[in-house]
Each structure stands twice: as C-alpha cells, then as structure tokens.
C-alpha cells in the first residue's frame, strides 16, 4: 500500500476517535443524569417523580428505536444549526451525541439499579439528602457496571462513526466507501476493518481491566 | 445527650463522656403515641395495616427489646424511628422531637441523633472499613481532619483498628457488623436501633456482638432498641421487652417476668423456642395414647419461676412416687428459673392423678403427654 493511502488511513482513523472521544464525553455527559434521575425517579424513590419518569422514558425509547442512519438525515437541519454545516467529523458529532445519550442513560439505569435499596435506605437514615446519595452511594457503588456500560457505549459509537462515513461524516467508515467499495480497493476495505477491530479490541480490554480494577465487591487475589 | 448530640454537628470530635448509668434522665428516649400505619392499596395489592394503636415509652440508656415475627411490623417500627416514613395517625418521639412532624433539613439533622445497624450490615462495598465508618460524617459535613480523628476512635472502640483499609468483601460477617456498629455511632446518636443485626451471623459471633452492645450502652450511655426474631437475643441483652404481633403491642414489660410469665400465645411460642420446651424427638415418637402394663406416663411440667430442680426429690419423698427424668432444661433468668421438665411416673391412673394433683397444688403448669412402654 502506498504511503498516500497509509497516510489516508492514519487521518482517519484520528477522526473516528475525534467523533467518538466527543461524542462519548458528551453522551456520557447528557446521559448519566439522565440515566440516574431514569433509576430513582420511579413512585416512591428518591426523586420520585413518576410522570416526568414516563415522559423522559418514552423519549429515551423513541430515540433509541429511530434506525442511526435515518436519524443522521432526519437531524441535518438541526445539525446545521448546531454545528454551521451537516458535513464531516465535526458536524458527525452532533447525531452521534443524540443516539449515544439516550443509549448511555439506560446503561446508566440499569447499573444503578444494580445497586442495593438496602444501601439508598442506610443513607438516607443518616440524613444523607438525595444528591449525597447519588454521588456517595449509587455512583460509587456502580462504579464497575458505569464502567463497562460505557465501554460498551464506545464500542457501539465507533460503529455509529463508521455509519456517518455514509453521509460524508469523515472517519474509517468514510475511507472504506469510498476507496474500498466505490474504487474497488479492497486492500483498504480490508485495512479498516483491520483497525477497527483493533480498536474495538483495544477499548474493550481497557473497559474490563477498569471495571475490574474499581470492582471491590470480590476481590480474589 | 441533648449536649453532646448538637456537638455532633457543627464540633470536632472529642473523647466519649462518661456516663454513669445513674444519671439516666426520666423522660423517655423514644415516645410512640397512639401511632398507626397503614400502607395504601397500590397497583392492584390491598392496603396493609403494619401497626395499629401503638404507645410506648422506651426508656433513655437502657437496652429494650422489640420481639416480632416476620410481617408482625417491626420493619414499619424502624422506619417510623429513624423517620423514613410517617405515621398515618399518632405521633413519634424521639429525643424530646416529634420527628413524625420534620421533613426536609430538620429530619435530616433529627436522624444524626439516630444510629441504625443492619442484619446484612449495609456497609459500601467499595469503601473500605474506615471509610464506611466515615460516610456518616461525611453527610454530616465534618472537616477530613475531624472524620480521621474520629474514626480512628471508632475503630478502636470496635476493635478492629487492624482491618481499617480492608474492603467489606475481605471481612468476615461479625467484623462487618462492628464496622456497622463504628458507623452507626460515628455522629455520637442518642439512640441505636438495631434491626435484626446478629440474625445472619453465628451464635459465638453473635455473642461478641451482642457483648460489644452492651458494653456500648454501659459506657456510652447510648439507648438501644433492639429489633429481632430471636427471643435469646432478648433475653442476653434487654431489661424491657416488647411483643409485636399483627400490627399490636400483645405483651411488654421486664425481660424476666415475661420469661417467667408469658401470657400471650406468641410469647409462649417464642419462649419456647429458646427453652427447649419442646419434647424431644426421640421421646415424642415413642408416645401412646393407651397406657401398656407396666409402661410409664409422660408428664411435661413448665419451670416458670422456682423449685423445678428439686421437684424430682419430692415427689419421691413427699408421694413416694419414682419418677423418671426423661427430658429437662432448666435456665436462669433474672433470677428466676425458666425451663421444662419430661417426667415418667408409673402409668398407674391413681398415681398420675395424685402427681397432676401435686403440680397443681405448687403452681406448676402440667400435661399429661401420653403413654410409653
């Protein structure tokens, strides 16, 4: 492979991590309150507000439900809007974010979930109010479970990063379309599937390692 | 404790104050006034009513027992203390406030005065045991200076300075519950509500807690309620008891005279339990309903109260009667002897009348079991 195509590779793959580190970051941002208020929000829980639960979990569900690519295309105006143009990385950002919180607030849920009542009701009889609760009892003690959820959540998005090379979004998917399948080099093709499953591989076995490294419940050494 | 409670907040930590058993205050530590709770129908289940017409008094210092089993509303009891739900009528006092009437701030602040440990210990598992032990004080926005100071106190008071950076999962179940225990007093409370907190662990570690709690008490002066299943508990630890049944208060009142005394059927049935007043199996087996020639009646006699140790001894001086000790256990509580007898007398019906007769007359309480070869 010449060194032109070696470099086109290398620029791309710099592009799916821009996509995917921002858009993680965001998602996680959006998506962790969410994916809490989603967990103690239910009747007669910490910050019971059961309509406002229903009404984010049908959001949370419709969202999910949308298939990426057509919600890449349904979102361009709004993308525009956001990012001044609805093409290249940049611009991929701004639906990987959308399809990435939603996904990353019922990860979130379920790990916090996870954790015992038992341990909400500790606290909360030393006085501890809801937000102490949160940050010193649900998010510590589903620290491991965030962990994997949201290598899971990169993994998935490094995927979706592929899936905006469709619509000019830049990145390891966009090489392999256009060199790959539309100027028939399936060396390239080859060359980034190759990567992303390095990738993939790479940020799975650092998920697990993580999740392991904060995961005191049994510890066998 | 009024003092040293409101130092609990906003002071740093000092070494516990003596206090002296006798300088208990009258006024009662925990107050229920005719408190009930009822829990409404929700999704298709009926309402439940967990307790109804509840008063007691328990007193400030002293170890009190609440006895219950599963569903009788000792879980409703708790939760009605420490103030995590609210009495459908009555009020709750506890520490001189009615904390059935504070929300927000000021039952949060309430709720520093109470301690609370667990039957599975509800420790974080990804704290370690000092850190546990800091949780409280952390909520109670103590200064990282302070919390160390204090939970070093605490670890030593427990006895398990040497485990201090372990995680929950690298500790055995009674050295969970001492940090249970640690964390519970880290805010100096006034009261310490235990909930079934030996039930998962082992007799000989329930012991040492149990031993711990009642040190506790004696040095700290800390009331504890103490919630259960298990009247041995009860009896090793509490001067006062109460027993719940049904969402009812059906008996309260000294530990040893509800032993020597029950008059409630789940009382009884509790208390025989930790009496070995069943029959024993093998014995039990063997009954008949007929007499056989030369065989012997069964006759179980309750111990509540004196002379179950001599009663063998005179029935064969005073009736002349041989009788056989086929079963026995006689305990000691509060002075008073508590147990059961399994004698066998002649299977005579004249003598098994003149022995009942005899029982009778001497305030034991007597049946006649049956028959055996």
Redesign the interface.
Known sequence: MSPELINLIIQATGESLFMVAVSASLGTLFGLPIGVFLATSRKGELFAAPAANAILGVIVNATRSTPFIILVVAIIPFTRLVAGTSIGSGAAIVPLTIASTPFIARLVEGAIREV?A??I?????????PL?VVL??LI??A?PGLVLSLTLAVVSLLGYSAMVGAVGGGGLGDLGIRYGYQRFMPGMMLAVVVVLIALVQTVQTAGDYLARR?N????HR | MNVHQSLAASRPPEAFPPVAPDVVSKEAMVRFEAVSKTYPAYRGKPSVTALQDIDFAIPRGAITGVIGRSGAGKSSLVRLI???EKPTTGRVIVDGSDISALSGRE??????S?G?I?Q?F?L????TAADNIA??L???GWSKAEIAARVSELLDLVDIADKRNR????LSGGQKQRIGIARALA?RPSVLLSDEATSALDPQTTRSILDLLANINRELGVTIILITHEMSVVRQLAKEVIVLDAGHIVERGHVADIFTHPQHAITQSFLSEVLGDAVPVSLSSRLQQQPTAGGQAVIRVLVRGDGGDRLVARLSRELAIDAALLSARIDEIGGQQVGSLTLGVPGDEAVVARVLSFLVQHRFSAERLGYVA
């Open positions: 015992d038992g341990l009701e500790t606290a909360s009889s030393f006085g501890a109010t102490q010193k009892v510590p003690e620290l904060v005191r419940r049994l510890r | 420490n103030g995590l039952l949060r602040l309430a709720q520093r109470i609370m667990f599975h509800n974080l598992s990804s704290r949780l409280p952390e909520i109670a995680y929950p999962s690298e805010t």
